[in-house]
């Protein structure tokens, strides 16, 4: 049951299987985006707590430690017990998620599923990746595919709890240690996932989690000298800082997960309804507070202003409000600066003659609240059409062709996503072929799941995540070779 009351059970750093204050005694406050009060004061971890983290994540990789020398089904039943002791807290992991995050809680209860099976789809893969056997002539070659030692992950305040398991569960399947860094917006879950961890029977040093700021403890990661790889999901410039960092330090491996401004493409032989619909949950979906949200909406002129006329209507429907109460389908921003930012970029597609046809505007005085906003008449050269709003503004374009909507949807420098909505094969496979975007989804959107591979072309990062690809960032190839005496 939700419990908008529930209590933080763990606030310091997780260091080695233990729960311990900062090395600096620093806390700070994590906050309730629909109050902007304050929640609990956490540990902020830095450069120094980092150092005691990859020590201890050092200690247990180590070739003699107990983790390694687990067989892969001991790591699978070690993961599935993690499945269950989140099963057992999924309400109270659902609630501290909605308090910190502000998604209403029905959200935030499918996150915690959602993430229970990502972990347990990686565990089955602890005994499943491989390595070759090369002819050779007159040798014996082969290759083993070995887990890359200590890793370093970054993840976002969009998806707490979800981005989480898409770290853990590939790392942890191939028998690496972890050093994490949650947002600092929003690190609850992940204190109380440490704990379940630690419960399931985790080694010490296998999980770490430190809390704290990007510049420091994001920092500290990033340039580790002891850590072999860094993931990191983010903005575009905060990635650029990762990856330099990476390498002026120890060249260590570096897969990025990136922004979007994904088109949903909707034909005139389309049902409206099912469009209008399937539109307005690919970008309003969690406040559009996501990477893949499907930002630009660009609708055939035989249909548009049907299509507007309907997608108006339905923003101006959605319930926005206390992400606790039932039939609330979006809740505040995460912080007064992502809200300003969004209201700013409203500001800007009403002075660059984008046609407000919904909201537009904050909602009260407390809290982070934005009316769901739709725009039309929206050109491809105008800001919001260029770049990640994050936030719950649609925009609608018009389009008369496919080879032109082709062109104008790879013209960003993004590339996470797109969608098609047709009943022409053809034009779905033409469309499919020929964008720019790591995920394609035909006649739905934003289907991702634990065993289909998910990232993005150009800006929007580098490798995968998730299904057997997402295994390739934490594993090293060797190859072994043997002559014949």
């Given at each position: 049951m939700a419990n908008p009351n529930a209590l933080p059970k763990y606030t310091k750093l997780f260091i080695n299987n233990e729960f311990v204050d900062a090395a600096s005694g620093k806390t700070f406050a994590t906050s309730n985006p629909a109050t902007g009060k304050e929640?609990?004061?956490?540990?902020?971890?830095?450069?120094?707590?980092?150092?005691?983290?990859?020590?201890?994540?050092?200690?247990?990789?180590?070739?003699?430690?107990?983790?390694?020398?687990?067989?892969?089904?001991?790591?699978?039943?070690?993961?599935?017990?993690?499945?269950?002791?989140?099963?057992?807290?999924?309400?109270?992991?659902?609630?501290?998620?909605?308090?910190?995050?502000?998604?209403?809680?029905?959200?935030?209860?499918?996150?915690?599923?959602?993430?229970?099976?990502?972990?347990?789809?990686?565990?089955?893969?602890?005994?499943?990746?491989?390595?070759?056997?090369?002819?050779?002539?007159?040798?014996i070659a082969m290759t083993r595919k070995e887990p890359v030692g200590v890793v370093g992950q970054i993840i976002p305040w969009n998806y707490p709890l979800l981005m989480l398991a898409w770290k853990w569960g590939p790392a942890l399947a191939v028998g690496c240690t972890i050093v994490m860094k949650p947002a600092e917006q929003t690190p609850l879950t992940a204190l109380h996932m440490a704990a379940l961890a630690k419960e399931a029977g985790f080694p010490a040093g296998v999980i770490n989690v430190i809390n704290g700021f990007g510049p420091t403890a994001g920092a500290a990661i990033s340039e580790h000298p002891q850590i072999a790889k860094v993931a990191f999901t983010g903005s575009v410039d905060i990635g650029r800082i990762v990856m330099q960092a990476a390498a002026t330090t120890n060249l260590k491996r570096v897969s990025l997960e990136l922004g979007g401004k994904s088109p949903v493409v909707v034909f005139e032989d389309a049902d409206i309804d099912y469009a209008v619909d399937t539109a307005h949950e690919a970008l309003f979906s969690n406040h559009g507070q996501s990477c893949c949200a499907g930002s630009r909406t660009y609708v055939h002129e035989k249909i548009y202003d049907k299509f507007v006329e309907k997608a108006a209507a339905k923003a101006k429907a959605r319930k926005v409000g206390n992400p606790f109460e039932e039939n609330v389908l979006q809740g505040p921003q995460i912080d007064d600066e992502m809200m300003t930012k969004v209201l700013g970029y409203i500001e800007s597609g009403q002075k660059q003659g984008a046609k407000l046809q919904a909201g537009g505007k904050r909602i009260g005085n407390v809290g982070y609240f934005i009316e769901p906003t739709v725009f039309s008449d929206v050109k491809d050269d105008m800001r919001i059409a260029q770049e990640e709003i994050f936030g719950p503004v649609q925009s609608i374009f018009k389009f008369s062709c496919i080879d032109e909507m082709i062109e104008r949807a790879n013209n960003v420098?993004?590339?996470?996503?797109?969608?098609i909505i047709t009943n022409d094969i053809n034009k779905a496979m033409k469309f499919a072929n020929s964008v720019d975007a790591g995920s394609v989804w035909i006649n739905c959107y934003d289907a991702v799941l634990p065993q289909t591979p998910f990232g993005g072309y150009k800006h929007s990062g580098i490798g995968r995540e998730l299904g057997k690809d997402g295994l390739d960032n934490y594993l090293e190839t060797k190859t072994i070779t043997m002559k014949l005496l």
């Open positions: 929640i609990i004061q956490v540990a902020e971890g830095d450069k120094a707590d980092v150092d005691l983290a990859v020590a201890a994540a050092k200690k247990a990789f180590h070739r003699d430690s107990a983790w390694r020398k687990m067989s892969p089904l001991q790591r699978t039943n070690l993961m599935h017990k993690l499945c269950s002791l989140m099963e057992r807290d999924k309400e109270f992991l659902a609630s501290i998620e909605t308090q910190d995050n502000g998604k209403p809680y029905a959200e935030a209860l499918f996150d915690v599923t959602i993430s229970i099976m990502t972990l347990q789809y990686y565990a089955g893969w602890t005994d499943k990746f491989f390595g070759d056997t090369i002819p050779a002539g007159g040798f420098n993004f590339g996470l996503a797109a969608g």
